[in-house]
């Protein structure tokens, strides 16, 4: 297991695999804990707003002694419309619909947690450009069941790669944790609480 300078074992609180490869691919080691928590909206939540809280519910479910916790939340936002994982196929052919040919926000919150030591966040913003989306596109991927748990109906690094107009911003963040962003908070050094 990898560790902090201050000794912290690096805890991902998160059962995404996608989030896992990722860290992976930048060299850490770490174990994998998933947060249970509650990712329904507040009413009237910002996009911005809910990742953020949802990344610090996770970090705090799973935050302990001699951890440093590294939890993430991912939304779509289009409209000001949070585009959360859809509930069923009509919902993703719902959510593909609004987002063919049209411009997109996706969010991600971090929150790094060290024991012992403040909270470290960011939230991350990419726009991403879809093609226009015929129907019957539409209904091959929802057939293919891959936009049934992603945010926003549709996984960048699978099928939906096809989709891409063009990419403004972090490319991993889309995919649900934006690495360039994530690994300095990861990496300051967390003061020890001792000295």
Do not use: C
């Amino acid at each position: 297991m990898s560790h902090d300078p201050a000794g912290l074992a690096l805890i991902l609180a998160s059962a995404s695999p996608r989030r896992a490869d990722l860290l992976r691919s930048a060299g850490l080691d770490f174990a994998i804990e998933p947060a249970d928590v509650d990712e329904t909206p507040l009413p009237g939540e910002a996009p911005v707003d809910y990742v953020e809280r949802v990344a610090f519910d996770k970090a705090r479910a799973v935050a302990g002694a001699g951890r440093l916790v590294l939890a993430a939340d991912t939304t779509v936002e289009i409209d000001g419309e949070i585009l959360a994982k859809p509930s069923d196929k009509a919902d993703a052919r719902r959510m593909l619909n609004e987002l063919g040919g049209r411009e997109h926000a996706v969010h991600t919150g971090v929150v790094v947690l060290p024991d012992g030591a403040s909270a470290r966040s960011i939230v991350v913003t990419t726009a991403v450009r879809f093609v226009d989306l015929p129907p019957d596109v539409i209904e091959w991927y929802v057939a293919t069941g891959e936009p049934l748990d992603k945010a926003g109906a549709y996984a960048l690094q699978g099928r939906a790669a096809a989709f891409v107009e063009s990419i403004d911003g972090s490319v991993t963040n889309v995919i649900g944790l934006p690495l360039a962003q994530t690994l300095p908070l990861l990496l300051q050094p967390t003061p020890d609480p001792f000295s």
